[in-house]
């Protein structure tokens, strides 16, 4: 839908260029090459008939151009958009950020941007940006100092803490965090006292994370864009990235054409991507789980499964077996609308054609069974055997640019950095590499039990605020509500999300932009906007979702009064009174701004558990100035000073940077020895259950001198193997002062001298073990993976026969189920609801509405709609409708989009919009000229309660809604 209104008011505008541009006017509809050109011009064979209709002005004497000027530098830094990754290549002159390389060494973008990439400059030039602290007082912007905003600030978080206690402030942080400022960030709540800390990952890919981390180890994609050029066939599903990650599609695009390798696009919609398939498959929304039990239906039916595979390295699959024969291809098809032949054709051609890999985004994780869909996905390359070779691999394409990271590095409810958790033992592990004492960071808590308790997630912060304090499960409701580079429209339930709002006390928005949290609530006071820079104005590193880092340059100087989230955490951890015991590692420069490459490296040292701790800020330099080095398929380096490394050094990269292992360009691939990126999965769920063995039955990486499966490594394992005396005495002396009393019972994750890793490397052997995938999570609500119908379906014939989970309680909330989904609102409401993303836009949409070259491409919200629905309900292409959901008398006035793409009794509404709220538009809320260019309305206005059990990832993908006609287009 793109609505393209000129900018020219007034008099008709004049034609550019006379002539000439009546000369060339179909020449720039088509590529051509020179002689296309100067045929299509009239400009061919001579040419001097068409030369002398130029008047004499325009022919000019041709002369050199001007050299480039002195002052000119390149900077190389990542596209703050999207994970992909993409390498910007800034021209720089005098401070001014002046032009732009399209990056042709980087081997992830390979010399192309798409439409957000390209116009990335405008970032650093825009005259929406929040241009200095401001602060609402009787409901007027008013611009303060960034002292007054601090000391404020500060002093109302004293208070609150004083009354209510540290868990009443909700830290709300970034994926558009570098990975030192994503992990000063969870640092910084952890010094304040709350696992109140979230950031976007909740809302995008948490689902994936506890999925795939619960079947084979580690909650991340297993290979890389990149080695998708060797993949023999591909299947997308719930993804779009040729709108979503448009840069990737070139990698997908490259398998599909050197391999002649089937894409099979499965969607409830017909995507961009879709178009580009060789099989496109529609299923209902909510179905996920029934389509790959009957693609596995067949599967297994066949024997087409890899059981060698299954016999050495998965645990459980029998028991999968048992679900999957009950989804008949009949019953798939009235589940998931699929005919039968499709599934079938399906089935054969991707369990035929091998390597495989499939690739999934939030149309399979935002769901209230999104961890199981998950999972289902991951079994069905299990049993292909496409886990842990090139070519294959679960393909999770990540949304922001550093979402990989700052989950990694711990902005989340769940865990510290890296993944340790919140038991005691993650707590000292942490204290000890922060040189803090753990009994001083048990006092910032309100009390152990709290210390060790998960937070409250994103997608339900504005309950821990609405509820009846009784039902709460900390010592009060939250007071305080931080939005740090984070939108306020990216979460369902907006109208009481709005209320929310409107309760806290305090309220503070740190961001390049004043973001939908300033402009939505009807608040008089007590709510400040702090301009945080971009990742294009500081220094650091972000991780793409292949698991590579890489390192940003400062391409230019903070723009206006904006600062660093690094600069912004220290003011605020000094005012608060913890900067000594926070900064204690980390040098505190020139200007009050803390030292990045110290705060690398202090991750680098706690990181063991992931392998972030080999990527020191040194490795990753030399990466970005030698990416010309590295093989565009294998991701290795062919020549040059980092020939045999992996680009990015992806995690796991084991040991210390010393120790220069090459990092991990596809996990759990057992054909490479461990010190030269291979592994094995993870042995984190013990080593037998019910009597049968969790390890691998004659799996091993290359080299490996233990030839089976194994346990995780401790000192004392490595002492019954012999292998202790290998240690240096560094090495030694750090396991022993961390083991205390007790230094055999030290883990390879906590040994942060690296001593173990090394040790058992040397040997060939991966010191976190050498397990069985798991097809049966055992420890999940369901282990095996089964299909539950939407807490909101229209499908109520199924509803009793496949019921959502009961009424219960987690992450210090109650969390409903089956006593919403009893109640039928099909009647009322219809249509299914669905949410995606467009190519020009990005996330919340903040940030690219306020870019004018991507405002011009999309100028309205929109809803599609069958054109099946539309003939029924009246609704014109263009006219203005009313979306209604079924909770909180919700609605959306948007524009109707007529199209097929949708199937009969499915909506789409992309997610990126906000500035309207039920009709009425809100641009005079945001700071005078820190308004969006483009406003309209939330679809997360309209849709509706439902959590996944796991992680409470909303269902954002398959909700009801109705549609009515609002009256004429505009």
């Not at 008709?12 to 006017?25: E, F, N, R, V, Y």
Request: charged share 25%.
């Amino acid at each position: 839908m793109l609505i393209k209104k000129s900018s020219t008011t007034g008099a008709a505008p004049q034609k550019a260029g006379g002539k000439l541009s009546g000369i060339l006017a179909g020449a720039t509809l088509q590529t051509m090459d020179r002689r296309g050109f100067l045929k299509a011009s009239g400009l061919a064979a001579g040419g001097l008939a068409a030369i002398s209709a130029l008047t004499p002005a325009m022919v000019k004497q041709a002369k050199a151009m001007p050299s480039a000027s002195a002052n000119l530098v390149k900077k190389k830094n990542i596209c703050t958009h999207c994970s992909v990754g993409c390498t910007v290549t800034a021209e720089v002159e005098n401070g001014v950020w002046v032009g732009q390389e399209p990056s042709w060494e980087s081997p992830i973008n390979l010399g192309t941007h798409c439409a957000k990439g390209a116009s990335i400059r405008e970032l650093t030039h825009g005259d929406r940006r929040l241009k200095y602290p401001m602060k609402l007082v009787d409901g007027k912007w008013t611009r303060i100092s960034w002292d007054t905003a601090i000391n404020e600030i500060g002093d109302k978080l004293i208070d609150i803490r004083q009354k209510s206690g540290p868990e009443s402030v909700y830290w709300l942080g970034s994926a558009k965090f570098s990975n030192e400022g994503g992990y000063l960030f969870r640092k910084f709540a952890a010094f304040w006292g709350t696992n109140n800390i979230d950031h976007q990952a909740r809302i995008c890919h948490s689902t994936t994370v506890a999925g795939v981390a619960n079947t084979w180890g580690y909650g991340a994609m297993t290979n890389s864009y990149n080695d998708i050029h060797n993949s023999k066939s591909m299947i997308i599903m719930g993804g779009n990235p040729a709108e979503a990650h448009p840069v990737s599609l070139q990698h997908v695009l490259r398998g599909k054409e050197q391999n002649k390798a089937p894409l099979i696009v499965i969607d409830p919609r017909f995507t961009r991507t879709a178009a580009h398939a060789t099989e496109y498959v529609r299923i209902r929304p909510g179905t996920d789980i029934p389509t790959i039990y009957g693609l596995l239906w067949h599967i297994f039916e066949n024997g087409w499964e890899d059981k060698e595979y299954i016999r050495q390295r998965v645990y459980g699959m029998d028991d999968i077996r048992a679900e999957v024969a009950k989804w008949n291809p009949e019953e798939v098809e009235r589940v998931t609308g699929v005919p039968g032949a499709q599934m079938k054709r399906v089935a054969e051609t991707f369990a035929k054609n091998r390597p495989g890999t499939l690739i999934w985004c939030m149309g399979v994780t935002q769901h209230t069974v999104g961890t199981a869909n998950v999972r289902a996905l991951s079994i069905l390359q299990l049993a292909l055997g496409n886990i842990g070779i090139e070519g294959g691999g679960a393909n999770i394409f990540r949304g922001h640019c550093n979402v990989q990271g700052c989950t990694d590095l711990g902005l989340d409810v769940t865990t510290l950095p890296a993944y340790y958790g919140l038991v005691e033992g993650a707590w000292k592990h942490w204290c000890r590499v922060w040189d803090v004492d753990y009994n001083w960071m048990l006092g910032r808590f309100q009390d152990k039990k709290m210390m060790e308790t998960k937070g409250i997630p994103s997608t339900r912060w504005f309950d821990a605020v609405l509820v009846d304090k009784k039902d709460l499960e900390q010592q009060d409701n939250v007071k305080a509500m931080f939005f740090w580079g984070h939108g306020g429209n990216t979460v369902p339930r907006m109208p009481e999300m709005r209320t929310g709002m409107e309760k806290v006390e305090l309220m503070v928005v740190v961001d390049p932009h004043p973001t939908t949290a300033a402009a939505l609530p009807d608040r008089k006071n007590g709510t400040y906007l702090l301009p945080a820079c971009t990742q294009l104005e500081t220094r650091g590193s972000r991780t793409a979702s292949n698991r590579s880092l890489q390192w940003g340059e400062q391409i230019v100087k903070p723009v206006f009064e904006s600062k660093p989230d690094h600069w912004i955490l220290y003011k605020l951890a000094k005012k608060l009174g913890f900067e000594q015991e926070m900064f204690k590692k980390i040098k505190i420069d020139e200007g009050d701004e803390p030292n990045v490459e110290d705060i690398t490296r202090e991750f680098n040292l706690g990181t063991v558990s992931i392998g972030y701790s080999g990527q020191s800020p040194e490795r990753l330099k030399e990466h970005m100035a030698h990416q010309d080095d590295f093989d565009v398929v294998t991701l290795r380096a062919t020549k040059g000073p980092l020939k045999g490394e992996f680009y990015g050094l992806p995690w796991p990269c084991w040991g210390t940077p010393e120790m220069k292992h090459p990092g991990t360009h596809v996990l759990y691939n057992t054909n490479l020895p461990v010190k030269d990126g291979g592994g094995a999965f993870r042995a984190r769920f013990g080593v037998e259950r019910n009597g049968v063995s969790l390890l691998a039955d004659g799996s091993y990486p290359k080299d490996s001198e233990i030839q089976d499966g194994h346990p995780e490594f401790t000192y004392g394992l490595l002492k019954k193997m012999g292998w202790d005396k290998e240690l240096t005495d560094t090495e030694r002396a750090t396991i022993e002062k961390i083991g205390g009393n007790n230094p055999d019972a030290v883990g390879w994750a906590i040994d942060y001298s690296c001593g173990i890793i090394r040790v058992t490397m040397a040997h060939g052997v991966q010191a976190m073990g050498n397990a069985k995938a798991r097809a049966n999570a055992f420890g999940l609500p369901d282990p095996i993976p089964v299909h539950r119908e939407p807490i909101y379906s229209s499908r109520r014939d199924l509803v009793a026969k496949y019921p959502a989970m009961a009424d219960r309680r987690d992450y210090r909330l109650p969390h409903l189920g089956k006593s919403i989904q009893d109640k039928d609102v099909s009647k009322d409401f219809p249509i299914i609801l669905t949410s995606g993303r467009l190519v020009e836009y990005e996330g919340g949409g903040e940030e690219t509405r306020s870019n004018k070259w991507l405002a011009e491409l999309q100028q309205d919200m929109f809803v599609e709609i069958n054109p099946e629905d539309a003939a029924r309900l009246g609704i014109k292409e263009g006219q203005n409708v009313w979306v209604y959901g079924p909770e909180n008398n919700a609605k959306a006035k948007v524009k109707a989009m007529v199209t097929p793409r949708v199937g009969k009794g499915v909506a789409f509404m992309p997610f990126h919009f906000s500035g309207f709220w039920q009709g009425v538009d809100q641009r005079k809320n945001y700071p005078p000229g820190a308004d969006p260019i483009v406003l309209g309305e939330s679809v997360n206005g309209v849709t509706t309660y439902g959590y996944d059990p796991v992680t409470h990832m909303h269902e954002n993908k398959a909700t009801l809604c109705r549609i009515e006609a609002a009256g004429p287009s505009a």
